[in-house]
């Protein structure tokens, strides 16, 4: 697996997304003091798999990210990984 990031900015975030080839994501809703709802827009438009990592409850998103792939902070390495391992396969994706 090829790792991609961190990243500390919206507009880094959408960098990576441009540039990159990315299978999946881990996006922090809060990055910088920004919500990242925008970033996860890009990759839904692009059908790239995400998932939420926040200290907020589910119930605390915007309604329309409720049902996203999630996991609360605090999680184990072991947790994050396992949850990863669940997420969809982008279309034409492969596991490395």
Same mark, same amino acid.
């Given at each position: 697996?090829?790792?991609?990031? &961190? ?7 959408? *960098? ?16 910088? *003091? ?39 902070? &605090?999680?184990? &390495?072991?947790?994050? *990984? ?5 997420? &969809?396969?982008?279309? *034409?994706?492969?596991?490395?």
């Amino acid at each position: 697996m090829f790792v991609v990031g &961190p990243v500390a900015t919206l507009e880094q975030a959408f *960098g990576a997304i441009r540039r990159e080839r990315l299978d999946a994501a881990l996006l922090d809703v809060r990055l910088s *003091g920004h919500d990242v709802y925008a970033v996860a827009d890009a990759l839904m438009t692009r059908g790239i798999p995400f998932m939420f990592v926040s200290a907020l409850t589910q119930k605390q998103m915007p309604a329309r990210y409720r049902q996203c792939a999630y996991i609360g902070k &605090p999680f184990s &390495p072991d947790r994050i *990984g396992a949850r990863a391992q669940a997420l &969809p396969r982008r279309r *034409g994706s492969h596991r490395r």
